[in-house]
Each structure stands twice: as structure tokens, then as C-alpha cells.
């Protein structure tokens, strides 16, 4: 990996993180990526040391506000640090999916497919959705959690895909789009991004289900929101990557 981190690390331009390095994150003044596949966590200090933070084999790595989450390897049990060896704390275990909206983890869970919100506050768990096998995605922010959802799976996609904006413990659940087909939602700022089905390409709406915009951009390799800007990924005949703004 050769990140470009000239805004960061004052007098470098090129952070050299090792061959095998993966699940790669900048926050802060650090770079944290796990390293193997899957590995151990590290930190990259502005110094050029590299500081390990897990003993064991992680997956989907993320850091906010300077605690550290992640998925053991081996259990699928959900981790927290504060960043130092002895400051692990176990959460909850068997987590299929997660992300993290302040002091609350919303996941799946691999033992019923249901979605809980675990509070790190309170230390409890919450059933927010049971059955939520066919739960498409599903993304949160401080105050409320936006998933998609499907009936049945058809050779031509997700039959009646929709949107739905809830509280984080699931109440007052109001449909904003009842036209999604695939899985990807982001939100940034005040808006909500997610594929549309028909007509087909990705689409910008606020967060409250108004103001839909719709675009023919169609991003089958993925796509990610930051700074202002919308990086997406064609492999349909040229594989490259684009990036665009919001509008």
C-alpha cells in the first residue's frame, strides 16, 4: 500500500504500510490497518511506528472518536478499544453486519438474522427488526437507522425493495422509497445516496424522503460518499474508477 497522506504526516508524502495490509483506515493523525488476511490491528503513528492494538485476528475494522471496533475472526464476537493491548472490552457476539452511530452499535445477528441495537452506555442489546434475513442493508446516524428490505429474490433481482427510516430502537418506522434495487445505501451530511430500480442508477434523496434526484450513474462495482464527493466503480467493459460531486 502507498497512501497519500501529505495532509496528515508533515514532511512525507508516501506512507509505505506492509504488502499484506488491508482493512486500512485514516483517523486522526494515525492510519489503523490490519495486517494479513485476515490479521492482527495496527496503528501508524505520524513517528513511522507502527503500534499493534489487538492480539487476535480481526475483521471489519472501523474507529470513531477514538475507540476502536471490530470483528474477532474466529467468533464473530464484537470488540471496543480504547486503543491499547489491555483496553479491550467484549460487546456482543456472533455479529454478522455492523456500524456504529454514537454511543449505539447497530448489527446483525448471525443466530437469528435479527437487528439489535446495543448501547454502550447502558451495556443491553434491543431488538430493533426480527426476521431480518431479508434486511438488503442498513446504515445509522445519531438519531435514527435507515435500511432497505425485500420480499423474495427473483432471476430478475430484489422483488419490491424499499427503503425505511426508523429510531434506533426500531419505533415510528416510516417508508421513504419503495423502489430499491440493491443493497448499498451511505448517507453523508444530510443525504441519503442508494441504487434505484426503475429507471436504474443511483440516487440522492434528504434524509427525510424528500427531494429525490436521480442519476444514470450506475456504479455495479460499489460506490462511497466523503468530502463532498461520490467515488464509484464501473467493471462493465472498462474498469475504472470516477468521482463526481454531489449534485
Known amino acids: 500500500w502507498d497512501i497519500d497522506v501529505s495532509s496528515l504526516f508533515k514532511g512525507k508524502k508516501i506512507v509505505q504500510l506492509p504488502s499484506m495490509a488491508s ?49 474477532d475472526t474466529d467468533t464473530a464476537a464484537l470488540y ?25 452499535i447497530i448489527y446483525q445477528s448471525y443466530d437469528d438474522g435479527d437487528l439489535y441495537s446495543y448501547d454502550l452506555i447502558e451495556n443491553k442489546k434491543t431488538c430493533i427488526y426480527a426476521e431480518a ?33 426508523a429510531n434506533h430502537d426500531g419505533s415510528n418506522a416510516v417508508l421513504l422509497s419503495d423502489n430499491v434495487s440493491t443493497k448499498k445505501i451511505h448517507i453523508h451530511g444530510d443525504y441519503i445516496f442508494f441504487y434505484n430500480k426503475d429507471p436504474h442508477g443511483l440516487c440522492r434523496m434528504n434524509k ?34 470516477y468521482v463526481t460531486d454531489l449534485d
Open 208 to 241: 427525510d424522503g424528500s427531494n429525490l434526484v436521480f442519476t444514470d450513474i450506475v456504479p455495479d462495482g460499489g460506490f462511497v460518499v466523503f468530502d463532498g464527493n461520490i467515488l464509484y466503480h464501473t467493471s462493465g467493459g472498462f474498469d475504472r474508477f
Open 133 to 165: 434475513d431479508r434486511v438488503l442493508d442498513f446504515v445509522a446516524d445519531d438519531k435514527y437507522i435507515y435500511y432497505s428490505y425485500y420480499d423474495y429474490l427473483s432471476d430478475q433481482g430484489y422483488v419490491n425493495g424499499r427503503l425505511y427510516k
Open 23 to 71: 482493512n486500512v483506515l485514516v483517523y486522526g493523525d494515525d492510519i489503523y490497518y490490519t495486517y494479513g488476511s485476515p490479521g492482527r490491528a495496527y496503528r501508524y503513528t505520524p513517528l513511522g511506528i507502527s503500534i499493534p492494538v489487538t492480539l487476535t485476528r480481526v475483521n471489519d475494522l472501523r474507529v470513531q472518536e477514538g475507540r476502536i471496533f471490530w470483528r
Open 80 to 104: 471496543m478499544s480504547d486503543g491499547s493491548i489491555g483496553g479491550k472490552k467484549f460487546l456482543v457476539n456472533h455479529v454478522a453486519e455492523y456500524c456504529i452511530a454514537g454511543d449505539k
